[in-house]
């Protein structure tokens, strides 16, 4: 274990949780439930009010069309995102939440019958497994075995960004993608930022350039990043404002699709996809 992953243990375990710091810094890592669909947000209203209390996402990650689909969570916190996307699997669908903070898994597996009651489900279809994401097959996730990966403003917390999105890759099935909302910075950030346990902790010192994701996306094997949402972050504190300078963050949502290669297309022609319309509440 790092020392990174100590420290967010420890801000994501007890900081948070027992002071106001976190409003104080602008929220950076929250984001406004305002675009969910009715759905999603219908399903919102069902949780329990702990697992709400400690999400700290950055975006929505719920893509649509997903009954009966596979689903791992990376960082899955508190839960929240586990069990609205429990509820859009259905219960022929599965869904495995992997965080490495007790506090926050504690939280989660706590409710699992509440939500499961709440839903209708005999049988759980959801559940959470300690470990760090830079390891998924070390916490027991098969290679090949997952149709979507999703990670609410997580990957920019991960000391080795490009051993995370190795280890999604390899979990992906063919066909599989990765959706995923995160914190990222317009250019390089100073020493003194990253290495700021606070800013680290609020989503901003680890933030990737977005330039970068694009480099390690493709050289971990994935189709180059297709974004999908993207949003401003404002700092207002005089503090925290004076540390990035210049720098500017956005929250941005990036769909990662394991393609392999296509034997019956070796000059990679490019292929037209049509729409058709077929998917409830996107005409």
């Not at 933030?207 to 297709?226: H, N, Q, S």
């Amino acid at each position: 274990m790092s020392d990174i992953h100590r420290d967010l243990q420890e801000y994501y375990g007890n900081t948070l949780y027992s002071s106001s710091y976190y409003q104080e810094v602008q929220q950076s890592c929250t984001s406004s439930n305002s675009k969910a669909s009715q759905k999603v947000k219908h399903i919102m209203s069902l949780l329990h009010n702990d697992v709400v209390s400690r999400y700290y996402g950055c975006g929505l990650v719920f893509p649509e069309a997903v009954e009966g689909c596979r689903i791992v969570d990376l960082g899955s916190g508190s839960g929240r995102d586990c069990y609205i996307l429990s509820k859009l699997v259905g219960p022929n669908g599965y869904v495995t939440g992997v965080d490495m903070t007790k506090e926050q898994l504690q939280v989660a597996r706590n409710h699992i019958d509440y939500h499961m009651k709440q839903f209708g489900y005999q049988t759980p279809n959801v559940s959470f497994l300690e470990g760090y994401i830079e390891d998924l097959i070390g916490c027991g996730i098969p290679r090949d075995s997952v149709d979507i990966i999703v990670s609410n403003c997580v990957i920019n917390l991960c000391p080795d960004k490009q051993t995370a999105l190795q280890e999604a890759y390899n979990i992906l099935k063919s066909g599989g993608e990765m959706y995923f909302s995160d914190i990222y910075a317009d250019k390089d950030l100073p020493p003194e930022v990253r290495k700021d346990k606070i800013l680290y902790g609020e989503c901003i010192g680890g933030a990737l350039v977005w330039t970068d994701l694009m480099k390690i996306a493709c050289e971990v094997g994935f189709a180059p990043p297709v974004l999908v949402d993207v949003s401003p972050i404002t700092i207002d504190k005089p503090e925290l404002k004076q540390l990035i300078g210049n720098a500017r963050f956005c929250s941005a949502t990036y769909r990662l699709f394991k393609v392999e290669p296509d034997d019956s297309n070796p000059s990679n022609t490019v292929i037209e996809v049509v729409y058709k319309g077929s998917i409830p509440d996107h005409p």
